[in-house]
């Protein structure tokens, strides 16, 4: 299983941006598929997640302005992410999961200036 992420930059405070996750190889039909997010000298966060299932989590901090949405036909992840605040700047990781596997992507960094 691969995942390849794109879609980070450099934004203003208040802009938008959506972050693309496509997923490649051996995929279990029931799978969840998420995003976290990592600052220097602090643990991988929680951000959204959604699985086959429909089942979504996200992080209070992000909710009612980062939406989380899936083609499962095609394995892609997307987060959509408005209102942007300069405590959204972070390393943006992809992440797989099945009974089987637990994958990570390479991060995307997000930038948000005030």
């Known amino acids: 299983v691969q995942l390849v992420e794109s879609g980070g930059g450099l934004v203003q405070a208040g802009g938008s941006l959506r972050l693309t996750c496509t997923v490649s190889?051996?995929?279990?039909?029931?799978?969840?598929m998420g995003w976290y997010r990592q600052v220097p000298g602090k643990e991988r966060e929680l951000v959204a997640t959604?699985?086959?299932?429909?089942?979504?989590n996200y992080a209070d901090s992000v909710k009612g302005r980062f939406t989380i949405s899936r083609e499962n036909g095609k394995n892609i992840a997307y987060l959509q992410m408005n209102n942007l605040r300069p405590e959204d700047t972070a390393v943006y990781y992809c992440?797989?999961?099945?009974?089987?596997?637990?994958?990570w992507g390479q991060g995307t960094q997000v930038t948000v200036s005030s």
């Open positions: 190889g051996s995929i279990f039909s029931i799978n969840s």
């Open positions: 959604k699985s086959t299932a429909r089942t979504l």
């Open positions: 992440n797989y999961r099945d009974r089987l596997v637990n994958k």
